[in-house]
Every structure is written in C-alpha cells, then in structure tokens.
C-alpha cells in the first residue's frame, strides 16, 4: 500500500487513488489540481481502520473521497465556519475554490458498513457530505 510509518512525511494524493486496509493509519495531504476519487477500502474487519486527509494545495477542483464499491456510509461530523453539519452519505468532498490549506477529513471505520467522520474546514462548505 502507499502508508508510511510514522516519522517520514505524510504522502501526497494528487490524482486517483485506491487505498487498501494496509493504508490504515495513514496521513494523507490532497491537492484540488485534478477532479479525482480516493477510494476508502470496504471495513469488512469492522472497528478499527483509520485514515487522515488534509488538504495541503487549494485550488479550483473538487476531489472527493468515497468508500470502494460503496461498500459503507460515512456518518459523523463536519464543523464548516463553526456550524455543525450532521453528516451522513457517501462522498466526501474537498469544494474547489473554496475548501482552504489546512482543512481536513478524519475517518475511521466503526463497523463493516461504517465509517466514522470527523471533518473541519474553516470557510463555510469548505467541505461538503452527499
């Protein structure tokens, strides 16, 4: 898979991504140079996986992160401007010219259909749940 252990940087997504159960425990930086899909890996261990994005390179593309298959629902919450969105769907999403450095997308499987989110951005719908 494409993780690194702690200690070396976090790896760049630029472009489509499918990440495995291997890449649990990873810290991700995103860059909107590109409209692309990172595709979570099926929690069909149930509890446990964990994946960190950040957005590390704004600019005028929405790429989105989803679940391989649409295997599980992401449910959780994302903080836009200090307003808390209950957020329950499939895609998450970085919104072009207007997600900011430093947003970011914490999620963790909570079953094997689910994934736990915890997003924060700080301009309002910097990052959005459908």
Known sequence: GLIKKAG????????????TQADSGGIFT???SSTYDVDLPSPTTGPGLSFFFSLTAPGSFSPTITVLGGAATFVGSVITEGQIVVATGATLT??????VIGDSI??????????HVRA???ILNGITIA
Do not use: G, K, W
């Open 8 to 19: 070396t940087t976090a790896v760049a997504i630029s472009s489509a991504t499918a990440l």
């Open 30 to 32: 995103m860059a909107q």
């Open 94 to 99: 970085f919104v072009s010219a207007t997600a």
């Open 106 to 115: 914490e999620i963790r499987s909570i079953a094997t259909n689910l994934y």
């Open 120 to 122: 924060v951005s700080s």
